[in-house]
């Protein structure tokens, strides 16, 4: 089902008629030139009237739900947080959520923070969040589905309970490694714990609590969780082996790894760690070569904090590791780690890495969406892609939570302060009206918003329903996207528009002759 367009309603001719022979000789004239399948980005709203949406994870092997976690009402130590099911077969939120978590605190950085499902799920229904319990108080608890696949137990089992000296840089996320000698490992993203000085409390190294293997604020942990359940009172998981310092630590060096996520093409992980006050940067913790086929990396690697900002700081801690790519406060002020495209929708986007800015260059204009390529090697192809991705849908992007990813593999904008989702979909150029297809009706808007600055016709977006508008519809006459099937109304070939066109222009001539 396509999401509605909110300013999408029945056109009314006000310009040119679709019929003029003008128009259909142009497009008879250009058709024949021909191009490649033309396809672009933009957004698809599929959920609206959400709180702070803070997460959107599928099970595994489950193509039709998505399941967005909202973090809070700010209710402090009465904060309620729920998750919600989206109904992907028809973009609609199920009434009843899935699971609703009372007397959390709810408050600015903290709330519901990361979910995670167990790979064995659709036989034991087990899933893993990450949330604050009291101020500076952060779980990772397993949770279970009841009977009914669309609600959880309310009910759960601590699994770790990590305190933290101040509020904020939790870190949050929560996810299972797809790497293969690395089953059932759950990683668990922590921040170095806030406060002033940005990391304060336990402080025996120089580069402070994320430098000190033995604490586990700002680190990425690793943790082996079993497929049955322990009985409660049992330890709850275990160290895996390879863990390079004896205990859940499995990199160090990070401020607040707010949003992150595993390749699952590669596995490679890519950490988004929000910077200080000059750099934002994204790390990668890589697989091992042969990606998800090969051995899991050991761990161990040093993202550089506090001695390191992003490149910049003169001091190098053992076994550091530079980010593949920061940048300045000139781009953007918090980065939010998004997914690695690996979908099957938008073919020309495979292998692109996908994040945002909650910031963006000016606190006054919302946040950013770029795209990037790693290559395991070097990033390239930084972009900014906000404008390419809003442009004509009229919805405007406020600040971006965080991303999601479907089982399908495609990708999904979380807007916090809007309350709404955003599909990523590939946009057909000449598809006007959002369709999936190029076909009359698009011809239709373009001849109804002649020369205007209407965006219902503007294939181009440059603001302006023109010549370029049409050839673009006549290149890309009657291609279509892939994805939800679409049932357009019959359409003339491309001979056909031609002899229509002549058609039309020799009864035009023979009348005037008269």
Avoid: C
């Avoid at 779980?139 to 009977?147: A, L, N, Q």
Wanted: aromatic share 10%.
């Amino acid at each position: 089902m396509l999401a509605s367009v909110p300013w999408r309603q029945p056109v009314k001719a006000q310009y040119v008629s679709i019929f003029s022979p003008a128009l259909w000789l142009i497009v008879g004239l250009v058709a024949f030139a021909g191009s490649a399948a033309g396809q672009d980005l933009r957004v698809e709203r599929v959920a609206s009237g959400l709180t702070a949406p803070i997460f959107a994870v599928a099970a595994p092997g489950d193509p039709n739900r998505l399941f967005i976690g909202q973090q809070g009402n700010n209710g402090g130590a009465a904060g309620i947080a729920t998750i919600r099911i989206l109904d992907l077969t028809t973009n609609t939120l199920l009434p009843t959520p899935f699971l609703t978590l009372n007397n959390i605190f709810s408050s600015g950085e903290e709330g519901l923070l990361g979910m995670a499902f167990d790979p064995d799920f659709a036989t034991n229904g087990s899933f893993y969040l990450q949330y604050t319990s009291a101020f500076a108080v952060n779980k990772i608890d397993r949770f279970t589905v009841s009977g009914n696949p669309n609600i959880a137990n309310p009910s759960s089992v601590n699994l770790m309970t990590i305190p933290q000296p101040n509020g904020t840089h939790n870190g949050g996320w929560i996810g299972f490694s797809p790497r293969a000698g690395d089953e059932r490992n759950l990683y668990i993203a922590k921040g170095d714990g806030g406060g002033g000085g940005d990391d304060v409390g336990p402080n025996p190294n120089p580069g402070g609590i994320s430098q000190n293997p033995e604490q586990l604020l700002g680190k990425m942990l690793r943790i082996t969780v079993p497929a049955v359940a322990p009985a409660a009172g049992n330890p709850q998981y275990s160290i895996p082996s390879g863990n390079p310092f004896g205990n859940e630590v499995f990199d160090l060096g990070l401020r607040n790894p707010f949003r992150n996520s595993f390749d699952r093409q590669t596995g490679d992980l890519f950490i988004a760690d929000v910077g200080a006050g000059a750099r934002e940067e994204i790390n990668v913790q890589k697989a091992a070569v042969g990606g998800i086929g090969g051995v899991a990396t050991s761990g161990g690697e040093n993202f550089g904090w506090k001695f390191k900002e992003g490149n910049l700081g003169m001091v190098e801690p053992p076994s550091y590791v530079g980010p593949v790519f920061d940048y300045p406060r000139s781009v953007g002020g918090t980065v939010i780690g998004g997914y690695v495209y690996r979908g099957q929708d938008i073919p020309s986007l495979n292998g692109t890495y996908i994040f945002g800015d909650f910031l963006g260059p000016n606190t006054m204009t919302g946040s950013t969406i770029f795209k990037m390529n790693y290559d395991g090697t070097t990033a390239s192809g930084f972009a900014d892609i906000t404008q390419e991705l809003f442009a004509g849908t009229g919805y405007t992007l406020q600040n971006v939570y965080s991303f999601g990813e479907d089982a399908r593999g495609e990708l999904y904008i979380l807007d916090g302060v809007a309350g709404s989702v955003y599909k990523i979909v590939g946009e057909l150029l000449g598809d006007v009206n959002f369709d999936h297809v190029v076909d009359i009706v698009d011809l239709t808007e373009v001849a109804n918003y002649w020369l205007s600055t209407d965006a219902r016709g503007d294939a181009n977006h440059d603001g302006q329903v023109n010549i370029i508008d049409l050839t673009i519809i006549a290149n890309h006459w009657l291609e279509k996207l892939p994805g939800p099937a679409v049932t357009p109304v019959p359409e003339p070939s491309t001979v056909a528009l031609s002899a229509i066109a002549g058609v039309t222009l020799l009864a035009v001539s023979l009348r005037r002759r008269k």
